[in-house]
């Protein structure tokens, strides 16, 4: 048996296959590519190696003078920062010079941790050096969209790092997200985010974890197995506009919930984003509320999802809060 499930923001519809329901056990172990790093090379992220990178943007310093965060250009960027914006055709195509910013958060001195490993008050200067850059990024009238991206563990270094971007475009991610929020706006007057946590806390079975200011959950229409969303329960459109009580109410909420990833799936392989509202008043968008999406990248099923646009999860989000609820 077999449920078609309406994503309800995007309404993207999702396969939620329950016949066999696949728990952790089904997705183990990894294989390759998913591998620990060989030790080739000297790592640019490491204390002592900081003259291999671009001249820091960010940096936050104990009294000793040494880094906890750190963050940098990226030497390989999607994004660069020079140049005019610049939009032009190309026969019938659009064509524009990839303009935008791409950093790199060093989110710690020490190579071998993880979110899953850091303390609460780590993670808490790491989503500091995020607000102050996007912060400082939102002068550079260029930029309308900001993106929070991380991969673990990372592709071509395994030092805890992650991407913050600013694009000249909003992704259509983003934009098909913001289509929705308007959409339900004009119908109904309220925000479809606000209503999804009033469902979600007064259904429960897909509560994950509630603090005073983050409802973490597994939603409805989940596309990936173990996806879970992270969403202030206040209305905020900006994710830098968070506050300090805030960032360490999300601290704590991050680390327990990669720990219990870590514990469940066996230190597993993911991707996570932060989701806010583009910047500018021209695009920015009150009606929007910020977010933090979390996939793992386990048990894809890439060809039916490229040849049908659907996608098709084994896991139903029901079985995986309640799993996530209780791994010990
Ligand atoms: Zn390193
Ligand atoms: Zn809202
Ligand atoms: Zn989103």
Known sequence: MAELRREPITRMWVVITADHPKGPSDYLPFKPPYQPQAATGVCPFCPGNEAMTPKETFSLRGEGGGWSVRVVPNKFPFFHIEGDFDRRP???????????????????????????????????????????????????????????????????????????????????????EIWGVLDYYQRKERCIFCDIIKEETSVKRRVVLETSHFLTFSPFASRYPFETWIIPKVHSSDFHSIQEEEMEDLSIVMQSLFLRYYKLLSDPPYSLTFHTSPVQSRFHRPEYHWHIEIRLRIGLREGFEWGTGFFVNPTPPEAAALYLREVE
């Not at 996007?134 to 002068?139: F, G, H, Q, S």
């Not at 030092?159 to 991610?173: C, K, Q």
């Open 90 to 176: 190309e026969g019938m195509y659009d064509v524009m010079e990839a303009i935008g910013a791409h950093e790199i958060a060093v989110e710690s001195p020490d190579h071998h941790q993880n979110l899953a490993t850091l303390e609460p008050s780590q993670i808490q200067k790491i989503l500091f050096a995020y607000r102050e850059r996007l912060i400082d990024l939102e002068r550079d009238r260029r930029f309308q969209q900001f993106l929070i991206l991380k991969n673990y563990p990372g592709i071509f270094n395994r030092h805890p790092h992650s991407h913050i971007m600013a694009m000249p475009v909003i992704p259509r991610r983003i934009d098909e």
